[in-house]
């Protein structure tokens, strides 16, 4: 059987996106904080140990997510070229990073879709035994998506090292209100600061800076890097 999953059907239900596929929306106001979704993590060492995990969970094989393309990579012994291929990606699209490098296989979790300005978290405790939590970071209204961050690098990248970051990984482009937000104060207040260290005052008079770094903070306090790739984040 698969790991145990538990979300709040009362608050959230799984809807077409219109720019994301599917995703997680709210069917009713949740307030800043609230836990949604309660998993039972499949924990391994490495990217390796979670493939064989799948390969040996039907249930897992069969009923986690499994990206359209993904590389052919060499076996180990015993199985073949596309099994294994099959089962790295469904552990790399559906595994988390956890606190201390562990890697956890979360089925229900990896069904959020990415924000560049996410309003939930994930949060993991360093206890193998503990269940991995999604809470909300800040309110959400009904028939709003709920999203988390898939790197907690990129909250402190503009957008063009965003887009970049996330086609190269993930290969996919980020239509998130921040992406396709015409001016959007954090990204004009990175882009400021590289040039001009001297705005970071005016930036945190505004505001706009202490916004950036609470939520750069509360996400990295999460499990906030999905591992598609197996790499560390930069």
Same mark, same amino acid.
Do not use: G, K, V, W
């Given at each position: 059987a698969s790991a145990p999953g538990d979300h709040d059907a009362a608050a959230m239900e799984m809807? $077409?996106?219109?720019?994301a596929g599917r995703g997680f929306f709210? $069917? =009713?106001? +949740? =307030?800043?904080g609230e836990r949604i979704l309660t998993e039972a993590p499949i924990v391994s060492d490495n990217l390796a140990q979670l493939a064989h995990t799948v390969l040996t969970m039907p249930a897992l094989r069969d009923g986690l997510h499994l990206p359209v393309r993904y590389p052919m990579l060499d076996p180990p012994t015993g199985t073949s070229q596309e099994e294994w291929s099959r089962a790295m990606a469904q552990a790399t699209s559906n595994g988390f990073r956890a606190p201390g490098g562990r890697m956890l296989l979360l089925a229900q979790t990896a069904l959020f879709n990415h924000? %560049?300005? /996410?309003?939930?978290a994930v949060y993991a405790h360093e206890s193998? #035994? @503990?269940l991995v939590q999604v809470r909300l970071l800040r309110d959400v209204n009904q028939g709003q998506e709920i999203a988390i961050c898939y790197d907690s690098s990129l909250h402190k990248m503009p957008k063009q090292r965003r887009q970049a970051l996330l086609h190269s990984r993930w290969g996919? @482009? %980020?239509g998130c209100p921040r992406c396709t937000a015409q +001016? #959007? /104060?954090v990204d004009a207040l990175l882009t400021t600061t590289r040039a001009n260290p001297a705005s970071v005052q005016f930036a945190v008079l505004e505001g706009e800076f202490e916004r950036c770094a609470a939520v750069a903070e509360a996400a990295t306090r999460a499990v906030t890097d999905v591992l598609h790739t197996g790499t560390e984040s930069n």
């Open positions: 809807l $077409t996106s219109s720019t709210a $069917t =009713r106001h +949740i =307030r800043a924000s %560049c300005r /996410p309003n939930a193998q #035994d @503990e996919f @482009e %980020c +001016i #959007d /104060p």
